[in-house]
């Protein structure tokens, strides 16, 4: 019996193999709450880390504890001292600590074992490895008040955990850290997944979290982060009081960690809002995402394009020579031009183009093959590649720049361009102007 696989099925298959083939190989250190862990979706999110070890990702878990911790405080009646919304962690809590902590630590195991038939980890056979591979040591005295048994990272045991990964197995890390000593600490896991992402130079550290704002007062409106995010410029949004408020402290702790391990080995952190069902596969695996990614610098440029940038150039204006938007280019006139393009990229992806054809004898220049992707327009994408168009064509003493439309035409007024005729244009450009098309002529003076 034929299967007729859907188009749209085929098309996303080859959409994420590219991310397929960078992730194989990466660390991935991945930090979510206690609250994850009694949510009933949390089966879910074990079938997608089943998922991402079954690609070759090289994953580290790091889980918290807090709500179950403070369930166990509560049912021993025992009440606990904060300094600096730090937890005093006496020798009374430490064993609710190790009771919640060894508890839920198994349950995950457990999960991440599971192989059901009929389910998505039907035949799995995953590996997981824990160990004390965090080194801690005391937080310390705060403000005359000694913290006790809660902690810091000290070091990560980068060797043991590295070669548990290349076994094949997940490793599975509590919010525990223990001394040279032989002494038991508190941690919490923002801390011990930020120094493990940053100690094992991770690609990624995710964070999986319940809101991503908190407001104020319930009439306000959603203030949700930006998509991306530089370090400086999360710096810039932490420091604005008026917006840093409306956030809840989780998201600028997490804020603050992202900033921290980016500033180091960390190529990106992403924050993640757990209550949507698949949500790190849709954050991994679209380029769009659905949280939001900070990145030391940003991901986005243009440049200069490349001959290796062909491709991609040729996947972007292909469906609009199809559509008669663009005049069509062969493979091989692409490559023969490439020096008179530019690219726009974001994160390894070519999202525009357009090209620069210089006219010396008139001091006049061509802009031709101005394209964006159809998913990324009405961002003013188009924008900067005419004004970085404008300043390369300035440097070369170009003082006119014409382009020649079928579809844009009103755009290009919109930017400063005059409809012309084609008798205006240098002489060497009349002599290829074809009547069939009728292109529309534009004229900018620089």
Known sequence: MHINIPTEFVSWFRSV???????????F????????????????????INLLASLGVRLVLVHGARPQIQ???????????????????????????????????????????MGLPNSPMANAAIKVSSGNFVIACPY????????????????????????????????????????????????????VATETAIALRAEKLIFLWDTLTQHTSPAEEKMPLPREMTVEETKSLLGEKKIATQLSEEVQLFLQCAIKACEMPVARVHLINRH????????????????????????????KARIDDVGGIL????????????????????????????????????????????????NSGELACLAIHRDYRNFGHGNRLLKYIEAQAASQGIHTLFVLTTHAMHWFIEHGFSVTTPADLPKAKQNFYNYQRRSKVLIKHL
């Open 315 to 362: 996947k972007l204006i292909e469906p609009l020579e199809a559509e008669g938007i663009l005049v069509r280019r062969g493979r091989e006139l692409l490559e023969i031009e490439i020096d008179r393009f530019i690219v726009l990229e974001h994160d390894g992806i070519i999202l525009g183009c357009a090209a620069l054809y210089p006219f010396s004898e008139e």
């Open 140 to 191: 310390g005295v705060i403000h005359g008040v000694d913290l006790l048994h809660t902690g810091k990272v000290r070091k990560i045991n980068v060797q043991a955990i590295t070669s548990n990964l290349e076994q094949g197995s997940v490793v599975l890390i509590s919010p525990l850290g223990y001394s040279p000593t032989g002494e038991i600490f508190n941690l919490t896991m923002e801390n």
């Open 17 to 27: 193999t590219p991310y397929i083939n960078t992730f194989r190989g990466k660390v």
């Open 71 to 113: 369930l166990r405080l509560d049912e021993s009646q025992l009440k606990t001292q904060t300094v600096m919304d730090i937890r005093v962690t006496d020798p009374a809590a430490l064993q609710c600590v190790k009771e919640s902590v060894g508890r839920i630590h198994h349950e995950i195991a457990a999960l991440l074992s």
């Open 29 to 48: 250190v991945i930090g979510f709450n206690g609250e994850m862990i009694t949510d009933a979706k949390f089966v879910h999110f074990i079938h997608d």
């Open 276 to 303: 949507t069902d698949g949500a790190i596969l849709q954050e991994l695996f679209t380029h769009h995402g659905i949280g939001t990614m900070i990145s030391k610098e940003t991901l986005q440029a243009i440049r």
